[in-house]
């Protein structure tokens, strides 16, 4: 007897939605909009950062405004969530990226 997860479920309907971002029907914008807003609840936050990240350096412009759409809703309602889900950047000589407080949960 196989047993389906909640978040299984929810990945599975995050993979039929996400193909809808680029709808230029407002009431479609505004419904996939929720649903992603939705399983943010559901799946976390960082679950949708990374599929956002995928898009936001898009060599098309309409791609990159979709995706930071999504990921500044995303930013507004879970800015502490999303810290420990940055990719790592390594220190240059003029700058130090390192988070040490995250590292010392880790």
């Not at 976390?44 to 930071?68: C, E, N, S």
């Not at 502490?80 to 700058?95: G, Q, T």
Request: charged residues 20%.
């Amino acid at each position: 007897k196989a047993v389906v997860s909640t978040q299984s479920t929810g990945m599975h309907l995050l993979n039929y939605v996400w193909p809808n971002v680029f709808e230029t029907s407002p009431h479609v914008i505004n419904a996939v909009m929720e649903a992603v807003e939705g399983l943010k609840c559901a799946l976390g936050p960082v679950k949708i950062l990374q599929y956002t990240l995928q898009g936001m350096f898009h060599p098309a412009r309409k791609v990159r405004d979709v995706y930071w759409k999504i990921y500044n809703g995303l930013y507004i309602s879970a800015q502490d969530a999303l810290v420990s889900a940055y990719p790592r950047i390594p220190d240059d000589e003029k700058n130090s990226y390192v988070r040490h407080e995250l590292e010392y949960f880790l």
